[in-house]
T-cell receptor, first 119, second 112 residues
Framework: AQKVTQAQTEISVVEKEDVTLDCVYETRDTTYYLFWYKQPPSGELVFLIRRNSFDEQNEISGRYSWNFQKSTSSFNFTITASQVVDSAVYFCALSQWGSYGGSQGNLIFGKGTKLSVKP | GAGVSQSPSNKVTEKGKDVELRCDPISGHTALYWYRQSLGQGLEFLIYFQGNSAPDKSGLPSDRFSAERTGGSVSTLTIQRTQQEDSAVYLC??????????FGDGTRLSIL
């Protein structure tokens, strides 16, 4: 069975604080993708990052960084120097390696972590 | 347009009525997905279309739910005899090849 767990339901921080959103996944597949999506109050789901299971290199994009560790089945997301505009619900997701020419399968989402950044 | 387009953005209907939700994927995208987002269940996969292949319907919660994709482009999700538990935001996503899924803004469905 495949499952994504985001244990933190809600997090509240003050602007400029660093914050880490946890994500733990379960899968029996040896090849898979991991994702983070952001859902701001306006409601649209915005893609942030995708990692495939072969690539454990951490990634940094501006104030965002991601730590992928297969040994602990975790794919954590850190926002450095948080800003009010970072307030949103963040979803971690998992997909199988798709059966159609390498395309991905459907996404399996965690329950999301609601991040509130206060000025 | 450049993104995934869903209509209507909001739909209010009475219990027992049928509803149709529409999704226009990004032009050229061969894969199309429907998801449902509700308070109690989070984001759930419903159905997946890839090219001309038979759709993956494994996420549909009951036989009241069906979907079709005409001409490999526009998709319609139909819910028959709606129930109050069908109230949710229905999201459509599309992609092609090995790219990440891009989502529409969703249809907020309210069953009275």
């Amino acid at each position: 069975a495949q499952k994504v767990t985001q244990a933190q339901t809600e997090i509240s921080v003050v602007e400029k604080e660093d914050v880490t959103l946890d994500c733990v996944y379960e899968t029996r597949d040896t090849t898979y993708y991991l994702f983070w999506y952001k859902q701001p109050p306006s409601g649209e789901l915005v893609f942030l990052i995708r990692r495939n299971s072969f690539d454990e290199q951490n990634e940094i994009s501006g104030r965002y960084s991601w730590n992928f560790q297969k040994s602990t089945s975790s794919f954590n997301f850190t926002i450095t120097a948080s800003q009010v505009v970072d307030s949103a619900v963040y979803f971690c997701a998992l997909s199988q390696w798709g059966s159609y020419g390498g395309s991905q399968g459907n996404l399996i989402f965690g329950k999301g972590t609601k991040l509130s950044v206060k000025p | 347009g450049a993104g995934v387009s869903q209509s209507p953005s909001n739909k209010v209907t009475e219990k027992g009525k049928d509803v149709e939700l529409r999704c226009d994927p990004i032009s050229g995208h061969t894969a199309l997905y429907w998801y449902r987002q509700s308070l109690g269940q989070g984001l759930e996969f419903l159905i997946y279309f890839q090219g001309n292949s038979a759709p993956d319907k494994s996420g549909l919660p009951s036989d009241r739910f069906s979907a079709e994709r005409t001409g490999g482009s526009v998709s319609t999700l139909t819910i028959q005899r709606t129930q109050q538990e069908d109230s949710a935001v229905y999201l459509c996503a599309s992609t092609s090849g090995d790219r990440p899924q891009h989502f529409g803004d969703g249809t907020r469905l309210s069953i009275l």
